[in-house]
């Protein structure tokens, strides 16, 4: 029994590092030092900070991480919220992009929170573009981007 909980470790060990040799090689774009393709780099709406106070300080908010924003910058902090509680953050950029943060949590013992929450980020419309239409083509597109995660800390 031992033997076999061995080798489906080793094999789970195996196909794992395959996996991610695999996807080192075919990285592409920001995330792999070249700024090739950065445009065509998935999720890079997850780059955007949250929270004011976080913000303000420059990102430097991993280890004072005590409020519901902690989600984004450290999940370990959402331990330091009592209660239940909600939070939300609705930022408009500029060219009609939106970002938004919202997150609730509740202890589920003394010890333990759980917690919820989503970030999206939306555009209005951009017209369509080609070479041989640079003024547009007279349709429209916008962009969606959606995250959700639950978090349980503990102290």
């Not at 080798?7 to 774009?29: D, F, P, R, T």
């Not at 949250?50 to 450290?74: E, I, K, P, Q």
């Amino acid at each position: 029994m031992k033997k076999i909980v061995i080798g489906i470790i080793l094999a789970m060990m195996m196909l794992i590092s395959s996996v991610i040799l695999e996807a080192k090689q075919n990285v592409s774009g920001s995330s792999a030092g070249e700024f090739l393709k950065v445009g065509a780099a998935g999720s890079q709406f997850l780059k955007i900070g949250v929270g004011a106070r976080a913000n303000g300080m420059a990102g430097a908010y991993t280890s004072v991480a005590n409020d519901l924003s902690s989600l984004y910058w450290n999940p370990a902090g959402v331990a330091d919220v009592k209660g239940m509680n909600g939070e939300f953050h609705y930022t408009q950029w500029f060219a009609g992009y939106s970002h938004s943060f919202a997150a609730v949590s509740m202890p589920l013992s003394e010890q333990f929170v759980v917690s919820a929450h989503m970030v999206s980020f939306s555009s209005d419309k951009i017209p369509v573009t080609t070479m041989a239409q640079p003024e547009g083509t007279g349709s429209h597109y916008t962009v969606n981007d959606l995250v959700a995660g639950v978090s349980i800390s503990g102290y």
